[in-house]
Every structure is written in structure tokens, then in C-alpha cells.
């Protein structure tokens, strides 16, 4: 945590105002922010390592972390901005490391209530035993992350877990579009292969599915348990890399009940309120807003 002391453990003031005020604007209690990124420390340095190196797995591009410090000051910085709910994403890359991570996020739910339980999954021998567990023990979200995980949404192992997730009414918030670079298997055909076989399962597209954007849509108009997160979504950095089709806006506008706020914090290279100005520019009316930053999440949720 370099550059920091305890005198300075929330040193986001000025723009935790902007925040504030804009959920004031709305008549809303706070946010709620489905797509916040904590996990172990080890683990969280060596993503921000890898951001820093501007991999292929981030498109190349150069992405400063614009909320690098410790995790208590990371909580404090979102309660500041007067964020009532937010999530734990965190994902394995290889086998034998998603149990160890949702042990750890348990542990974090435990001492962090503003924390939504959040756990994740692998396709693994064993996957739906841990997966079971989790849900026993309080895990009211799951992060899947098949760019990352570079595996097959539909794989056969993972089958019984999506049936157990959708039977529990568990949202599975999946990083499963091409974006900012496509995996083996990103992008919505294996998502249509897992829905065809799983339609009830709660499935919240991260990123709106960008770039797939449109075929994200379409899925979500299909299939009426499919949301959809804005995470990083029409902020300049995404509509440089990869714009929303203008077009579609009046899809989105038509899901208003099913898209759900979502940051990316603290991995985002901008500030936090750049993401609520860079929806509310949308110009789709406050009632959009409102349910979008706050009420389809609490609801999902039942805070
Ligand atoms: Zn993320």
C-alpha cells in the first residue's frame, strides 16, 4: 500500500461527493454495485501486475488501477460513495483453487455485512460438492469468469452446478463476452448451449456482453432470467475500445429491468463516478436510472 498512512484511509472526499449526489439526484437510498472485485491480496497484486503489464488478456491496452490500496480502505472508499451492497468477484484460472476462494470469500462476507457472499466455480471433479457448499453456507452470488478460465461454459462437468445454481435462484454474474480480448471460448454460443439446457439459470452477462453486445441482448429478450451488468460499459474507455451500437439502445432501454449497476472497482482506470455519469449521458430518464443503479439489484437480492 504505498503512499498511504492511517490518516488517509479514504482519500476519495471530493469524489465521493459527486457520488453522493448523484443517487441523491435520483431519490435513491445509496447504490447497489454488482461487479466489485475484492479476493485474497496475493491474489488481487497479481492482477494489478498484470494490468500493469498491458496483456494480451486485457487487449493490449494501458489500464492504471485508479483504486490501488489496501482492502480496508477499498471497503471504506465504496461506503463513502454510499455503495449499500456490493459483490466479491473473484474467479480461479486453473483447477483446485476455486474451494481455497471461496473460503476466503466467506470469510470476507463474514467480517464485511455490506458484502454480498459471493463464491465461483471451475469445471472440476468435485465442482458441484463445493459448489453445494457454498450455497449451504450463505453464497448469494457466483462469478464466472470464462475469459479468464479459459473453459467451456457447457462443459459437461459443470452441469450439474449450473442445474443446482438455477434450482437455488443464485445469480451467476459471467464474464463471458469477447471483450477487451476474446478467449477460447467467450462470446454467446457456448452461453446459448448452457441456457438451452439451463433456462431458469439467473445468468447476469457482465460488461453487457461486450463487444457482443447485440447477441447478449438477444439472449437476455429470450431467456427472462438472463440480466445483464454495465460494468465499464459506455465509459470513454469502452466506447474508444468498444463502442455500443447506438441501435441497440432502445433494447436495453426495453431490459431496464434487468440490467444491473456494475463497476469494475477497484480495477477501473478512471474514477467510480465516471461510470454513473457515463449511464445517466444515455439520456434513458431517471425511472431507468433508478432501476438500473439501485432497485432491480436490491430486489434480485432482497435488501
Ligand atoms: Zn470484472
Redesign the pocket.
Known sequence: MPGTTSEDVTPHGEQADEVRSFWRRLGLPGLVDV?T?FMPERVLHKVWDYFDTSGPLIGGVEWPISYRCGEAERTAVLREFGVRAFTA?LYPHKPGMARWLNGWAADFARRTPDCLHTATLYPEPGVETYVREAVEAGARVFKAHIQVGAYDPADELLQQAWGLLAEARIPVVI?CGSGPAPGKHTGPEPIARVLARHPRLRLVV?HLGMPEYEEFLGLAERYDQVRLDT?MTFTDFAEDLMPFPRRALPRLAGLGDRVLL?S?FP?IPYPYVHQLHALERLDLGPEWLRAVCHDNAASLFGL
Open positions: 461487479h472485485h468477484m464474464h457482465a460494468t456494475g469494475d480495477n
